[in-house]
């Protein structure tokens, strides 16, 4: 599944590819942010870790299905 967290004051967004459920993912982010960790650290689906600041995320975009990838010129 795809992740996008945006980062306060930076108009780009980090997108990375993690394993595991929707909720999983959610729930780690809701735990991390509530005990006031200076970090969240994130781990994608080819191991590598990647920490943004607490204090700097301004949201996160949790696409679990694929279904905002879409390719052509066709209507939705």
């Excluded at 394993?19 to 509530?34: F, N, P, T």
Aim: charge should be negative.
């Amino acid at each position: 599944m795809e992740v996008r967290i945006g980062v306060v004051h930076t108009p780009k967004e980090l997108t990375i590819e993690v394993e595991g459920s929707a909720d999983d993912v959610a729930k780690m982010i809701e735990a991390a942010l509530a005990a006031d960790d200076r970090v969240v650290w994130f781990s994608d689906s080819k191991g590598r870790r990647l920490g943004v600041p607490a204090s700097k995320v301004a949201y996160v975009e949790i696409d679990a299905e694929g279904e905002t990838r879409r390719v052509g010129f066709g209507r939705a």
